[in-house]
């Protein structure tokens, strides 16, 4: 392959990798997948996996080209399935339309499907390369990729804090910490997760919707971690009609202690979850949320709640935002305490500039 091809190869899939972000939010918990198919340079069509249970970028690029495929070349950032699921395989339509040459981004780390699409190519003859721009495609799908891997949601968790190491005012009073640049960060995560956690404690302090705001995008679900089933019916969060679900997790105990307040919650619009024990095990309830659909998870708070999610290892990303603000009391994250030097050592780091706020970023 000539450097110039090699580039073009790489245009290309970035390309795949923008149009595949229009996904994000609204595919889970498949991954995001974008496909152009090109010809001597030009782009012949284009399409991308729009929803759950919808066609798959392969399928959407092909059938916006009526015209002979012969000589053409599709781009993919994932490797196309080949396997009935809720959709017929994509490699199916791709020999059939005689496709000349595909280009990969990635092999589906999905054991049905892991190399099995690239081999039923081959075997029909279709030129296939595969790993063109790996990296960014394994960052676009890593919330897919984690999912496969544990059977449990991609955990981001997110503080919010001053220069001075303040998470809160010292009596609670609801106060906004970081700027607007930051905020706006914030609900693009929003729209791209499955749901926000927050804690019980948050709920009643400060009584968020939890919508998203500042950013066109979809509402995610909402789980709070409410041990002792205490949230009110009322509660603003459970007032979205447009929320995709809201999940209220509590011990079993609890739950039988209160049974009037379950049957509220659940006339309401919300799941109560029941978990064993006489407290919340993270762990567990993270592979409960993953049979419920939850892929991604972005933590919110409170204090108690981030700091219990790495305390016990428990995120794929960090994301400290520190703001110019001075609160001189108040609340310090528990997180600062904790023995976690060692485990941060092995995180990639980077910082970002929003607007007068710092966003430190750890990814694991």
Sequence with gaps: ???????????????CLRLAERGRGYVSPNPV????????????????????????????CL??????????????????CSHFGKTPPCTEMIIRRGVSRVIVGMIDPNPIVSGNGVRELKTAGIAVVTGICKNECREANKMFIKNISSHKPYVNVKIAQ???GKVAKERRRLSWITGAASQKEVHKWRRAYDAVCIGAGTI?????LLTVRHVSGRDPSVVVLDGGLNVSARSRFLST????????????????ENESRVARLTRSGAFVLQMRGDRISLDRMLSALFQHGIGSLLVEGGQEIFSQFVMEDLYDEL???ISSKLYGRGLSPCVLDLPIQDRLSHSAITTRRLGNDVLIQLTR
């Design 319 to 321: 994301n400290v935002f």
């Design 33 to 60: 997948v974008g496909a152009l198919l090109v010809k001597n340079g030009r782009v012949l069509a284009r399409g991308y996996h729009k929803k759950f249970g919808g066609n798959h970028a392969e399928v959407e």
């Design 162 to 164: 001053t220069l001075d």
């Design 63 to 80: 059938s916006r080209y009526d015209g002979d495929c012969h000589g053409t070349t599709l781009y993919v950032n994932l490797e196309p």
């Design 241 to 256: 009609a447009s929320r995709q679900a809201s999940i209220i997790v509590c011990t079993e105990n609890a739950a039988r």
């Design 1 to 15: 392959m000539s450097p110039a091809d090699q580039l073009d190869d790489i245009r290309f899939m970035r390309l």
């Design 204 to 208: 009643r302090s400060d009584n968020p």
